[in-house]
T-cell receptor, first 110, second 117 residues
């Protein structure tokens, strides 16, 4: 199976940038996903990387390095509504499930 | 709204009882996944079905079972409930069987809150 590691918590200021790192096992990999989850709500899909490099989607960008088993999610121009947990997830070679990390709780302060 | 529908939204039941959680996937999606999320725990994969067939099993207890019906809706049955089964149970769906191919990903329902007392 896959091990997905990410920091437990981060704090940032409104308008700033925060980078959430994620490391994963590199064997049997078919894509790295990021989800946002507000407390008590459903996770919502943010981004997907399967090739090395940066994918940009508005204020959110995600980066992947397959050789290093490393990804990050970059949140720019932080808004109060961005306070949430951000979940890193990997699809294994079989592609029959996503394995999630424990999530990084981001607190945006005024 | 992801298009994945789960019922009931909230459920309170006693230890030893049995409950059934229901899920309707997004229109056109053939794969259904069940995840459990306990307080302060990450999402734990339970089981996946594709077009009626079980495809993958995760950390699903023997007291739990699931199935996907011909109309593609799925049910998760939890029996002999224990206090530790209290959690948020998510259903998710995807269009294809293999995640990651062409960016195929999963979309979550709002979840069913189960409280065992």
């Amino acid at each position: 199976g896959q091990n997905i590691d990410q920091p437990t918590e981060m704090t940032a200021t409104e308008g700033a940038i925060v980078q959430i790192n994620c490391t994963y096992q590199t064997s049997g990999f078919n894509g790295l996903f990021w989800y946002q989850q507000h407390a008590g709500e459903a996770p919502t899909f943010l981004s997907y990387n399967v090739l090395d490099g940066l994918e940009e989607k508005g204020r959110f960008s995600s980066f992947l390095s397959r050789s290093k088993g490393y990804s990050y999610l970059l949140l720019k121009e932080l808004q109060m509504k961005d306070s949430a947990s951000y979940l890193c997830a990997g699809a294994g070679a079989a592609g029959n499930k996503l394995t999630f990390g424990g999530g990084t709780r981001v607190l945006v302060k005024p | 709204d992801s298009g994945v529908t789960q019922t009931p939204k909230h459920l309170i039941t006693a230890t030893g009882q049995r409950v059934t959680l229901r899920c309707s996937p997004r229109s056109g999606d053939l794969s259904v996944y069940w995840y459990q999320q306990s307080l302060d725990q990450g999402l734990q994969f339970l089981i996946q079905y594709y077009n009626g067939e079980e495809r993958a099993k995760g950390n699903i207890l023997e007291r739990f079972s699931a199935q996907q019906f011909p109309d593609l809706h799925s049910e998760l049955n939890l029996s002999s409930l224990e206090l530790g089964d209290s959690a948020l149970y998510f259903c998710a769906s995807s269009v294809a069987a293999r995640l990651g191919d062409s960016g195929n990903t999963i979309y979550f329902g709002e979840g069913s809150w189960l409280t065992v007392v």
